[in-house]
T-cell receptor
Framework: AQTVTQSQPEMSVQEAETVTLSCTYDTSESDYYLFWYKQPPSRQMILVIRQEAYKQQNATENRFSVNFQKAAKSFSLKISDSQLGDAAMYFCACGNEKLTFGTGTRLTIIP | EAQVTQNPRYLITVTGKKLTVTCSQNMNHEYMSWYRQDPGLGLRQIYYSMNVEVTDKGDVPEGYKVSRKEKRNFPLILESPSPNQTSLYFC????????????FGPGTRLTVL
């Protein structure tokens, strides 16, 4: 069975500052991927970033980057230069064909 | 426009009355999946399908059925809904595998009285 744990139900950050969202996971799969999805108030789920577990290099997408620590089974998301539009629920997910999501972290941006 | 559509978007029903939530994608994706989202529990996968006539259980399949007779459609069937199936449901599709970028539908808010 896979598990994904997001230990921070809520986070807040000042606009233009940097924030890190935590995620730990456990899986018995040898080949798996990790994801961060964003859900703004519109409820639409949007992929933020994707990491292949066999790649050691951390994925980066513009202001979003991850710190992937495979041995520690940790996959944190760093958002740099936070913007008001980043306010959303963020879900970490892990898996192969079957995906397991965490319970989410609600991010608030303070103007 | 490439999209995943779900119908209905909102549904209120009563216990035991069979219902179907439709899901359709126009991107010729092989992989499709259903999730439910509940407060404090995040998203949980119900069923997924890797191709036509190929479906498999996710983490919470009890009380649900699916079918994949055509590549574009992946309906979710609740044969005898119960109040604990009140939830927000999302359909998603991706090009080949669950590990590809998943494109989500807008969600269906289901209330079972």
């Amino acid at each position: 069975a896979q598990t994904v744990t997001q230990s921070q139900p809520e986070m807040s950050v000042q606009e233009a500052e940097t924030v890190t969202l935590s995620c730990t996971y456990d899986t018995s799969e040898s080949d798996y991927y990790l994801f961060w999805y964003k859900q703004p108030p519109s409820r639409q789920m949007i992929l933020v970033i994707r990491q292949e577990a066999y790649k050691q290099q951390n994925a980066t997408e513009n202001r979003f980057s991850v710190n992937f620590q495979k041995a520690a089974k940790s996959f944190s998301l760093k958002i740099s230069d936070s913007q008001l539009g980043d306010a959303a629920m963020y879900f970490c997910a892990c898996g192969n064909e079957k995906l397991t999501f965490g319970t989410g972290t609600r991010l608030t941006i303070i103007p | 426009e490439a999209q995943v559509t779900q119908n209905p978007r909102y549904l209120i029903t009563v216990t035991g009355k069979k219902l179907t939530v439709t899901c359709s994608q126009n991107m010729n994706h092989e992989y499709m999946s259903w999730y439910r989202q509940d407060p404090g529990l995040g998203l949980r996968q119900i069923y997924y399908s890797m191709n036509v006539e190929v479906t498999d259980k996710g983490d919470v399949p009890e009380g649900y059925k699916v079918s994949r007779k055509e590549k574009r459609n992946f309906p979710l069937i609740l044969e005898s809904p119960s109040p604990n199936q009140t939830s927000l449901y999302f359909c998603a599709s991706s090009l080949l595998r669950g590990t590809d970028t998943q494109y989500f539908g807008p969600g269906t808010r289901l209330t079972v009285l």
